[in-house]
Nanobody, 125 residues
Framework: QVHLVESGGGAVQAGGSLRLSCEAS?????MAWTRQTPGKGREGVAM???????DYVDSVKGRFTVFKDNAENTLYLQMSSLKPEDTAMYYC??????????????????????WGQGTQVTVAS
């Protein structure tokens, strides 16, 4: 069974930065960061596809960077210029099979089968 373990969340002031990490127990073909706030559905944030390309939702473009260390099976999310509206529980999601990854985008994160436990990010104004 695949395990994903997130870390790096915390509380920061608006304009600050945080780096989230997601360590997978084995190689995953595609991985993504999502977030959820109480009363709202899950929102994709950033995703790395099997070919190494990345996508971001508009609200984080230019502020967040997603990258992956394949040797360590770890996905990162560097978050800068944080805003109060970025406050959420951030979840890592992943899929190890290429054929399933082809059907997943950053805008359809619910198609992932494997999820981490989440890490809280709180941005104070």
């Amino acid at each position: 069974q695949v395990h994903l373990v997130e870390s790096g969340g915390g509380a920061v002031q608006a304009g600050g930065s945080l780096r989230l990490s997601c360590e997978a127990s084995e190689h995953m073909y595609c991985m993504a960061w999502t977030r959820q706030t109480p009363g709202k559905g899950r929102e994709g944030v950033a995703m790395i596809y099997g070919d190494g390309s990345a996508d971001y939702v508009d609200s984080v473009k230019g502020r967040f960077t997603v990258f992956k260390d394949n040797a360590e099976n770890t996905l990162y999310l560097q978050m800068s210029s944080l805003k109060p509206e970025d406050t959420a529980m951030y979840y890592c999601a992943a899929e190890r099979r290429r054929e399933r990854c082809l059907a997943i985008t950053v805008w359809t994160p619910d198609r992932f089968n494997t999820w981490g436990q989440g890490t809280q990010v709180t941005v104070a104004s």
